[in-house]
């Protein structure tokens, strides 16, 4: 072997590609339902926007951007994240005039410098929503129902969902002065980073993973307990609307996410049986109301979340996956006999393909046995050609799932119908 795959990538092939279309397709579906519509940002990027938005004391900022170097010697990144590219793009394009909202999806590769394990990879696959110029706090609700309506559709069913606030500016201030002073009587515990987060952001300790960090940060203060009347107001609303759809859930203080552009609601949706090991968040979000005027651009309040592609189909129930692996994707498989009727099956492929039939044939061989074992769980149908069939002006239908058959007349738009029928049926 003479290369091999970077180091946290992987490629995809065979039945993981399969499923991984198959669930990209699923995700469209519940997006399209929920009224967003699609967007991707480009994958490089300047590199000054994610300081500004992420924060240059996170560990994505710090430790985990890819940094690119033009010829001119200036830097760019690989996006290691798509909410602060998007509202660049939305500012960027003038899309959003006024009161107008905006509901937009992505599924876009997303790059991040770190420790390659289970459902982690340094290129991966994130997909996410944003809804930007909306400041109702059932835009957050919204957002929590259209996350547990992905889980609920590939079947997973061991996570929960915690919630926090994170206030905005004004009650914000007050509350990291009390937090700064109870992690600085209590430095001593603190892992080395977070006595440099002490000083540069406060609650970044909350996020810290280190068990004496985590230890601390269980008896520091609360943000709710200093959220300001209108954030207050807000995340009682959350809960009650979240309540009023039943919708179980937990307040957990210690959720700060990892972003400095979160303000208000954030939440997380974490595994709870043991399928992603230590990684279990299976998706992450919350409100980001000044991010657009961080970036340059006009007020315009949003929310939105994301989650990674892997830890998705990691979660899926084994059962699901082994369907999906064997889903169909193509319509026909053509059967020939050789010879003139290996013509005559090119041709009808190639006619019913351009009625949009995904149509497959076999060159490599003459053998029935073998085109219709290549034929068998990619095909819901296979139409066999033979000589006879040729002089009678007929095809032969296979049903490759109930494996019954029958002979047709060699008529396409009649073919195209029996076959649309049996796909239905």
Request: aromatic share 10%.
């Amino acid at each position: 072997m003479l290369y091999e795959r970077v180091k946290g990538t992987y490629d995809m092939l065979g039945n993981q590609s399969v499923v991984f279309q198959n669930v990209i397709e699923n995700l469209k579906r519940i997006f399209s339902i929920y009224g967003f519509s699609y967007g991707q940002t480009s994958i490089l990027q300047p590199i000054e926007m994610f300081k500004r938005a992420i924060g240059t004391d996170t560990d994505i900022v710090n430790k985990e951007m890819f940094i690119i170097k033009s010829k001119s010697g200036k830097e760019y990144v690989l996006k290691p994240e798509e909410t602060a590219p998007m509202i660049k793009a939305v500012i960027e394009s003038n899309l959003i005039h006024g009161l107008e909202m905006r509901k937009l999806y992505y599924i876009t590769p997303i790059f991040r410098y770190e420790r390659p394990q289970k459902g982690r990879y340094r290129e991966f696959f994130q997909y996410g929503v944003e809804t930007i110029n909306s400041q109702d706090f059932r835009r957050d609700c919204e957002l929590i129902m259209l996350g547990r309506e992905i889980l609920k559709s590939f079947g997973i069913k061991n996570y929960k969902i915690d919630i926090n606030s994170l206030g905005c500016g004004k009650c914000r201030a007050e509350y990291i002065s009390h937090l700064k002073k109870y992690f600085s009587e209590n430095s001593s515990h603190l892992c080395a980073q977070c006595k440099i987060r002490l000083i540069k952001n406060p609650m970044r300790v909350l996020d810290c993973k280190e068990e004496s960090c985590k230890s601390i940060a269980k008896g520091s203060p609360k943000i709710i307990d200093y959220l300001c009347i209108e954030c207050r107001d807000d995340f009682e609303n959350l809960m009650k609307c979240l309540k009023d759809f039943k919708i179980d859930f937990t307040v957990n203080p210690m959720i700060v996410r990892g972003l400095d552009y979160y303000t208000k609601t954030v939440f997380e949706f974490i595994e709870i049986g043991d399928a992603l090991g230590k990684q279990s968040t299976l998706i992450g979000g919350g409100r980001y109301d000044t991010l657009s005027s961080e970036l340059g651009g006009k007020n315009m309040p949003s929310c939105g979340f994301a989650g990674g592609l892997e830890r998705l189909i990691l979660s899926i129930p084994k059962e699901m996956q082994s369907n999906m692996e064997k889903e169909e994707n193509i319509d026909v498989f053509i059967i020939h006999f050789g010879g003139k009727t290996t013509d005559i099956a090119f041709q009808f492929a190639e006619e019913l393909r351009k009625k949009w039939v995904r149509s497959e044939i076999l060159f490599e061989t003459d053998k029935i046995k073998k085109q219709l074992s290549a034929a068998s769980g990619r095909a819901k149908f296979a139409i066999i050609i033979g000589e006879e069939e040729m002089k009678e002006n007929k095809v032969v239908i296979k049903d490759m799932t109930k494996q019954s058959q029958e002979k047709k007349d060699f008529d396409i738009e009649e073919i195209i119908e029996y076959i649309k029928r049996g796909k239905d049926a």
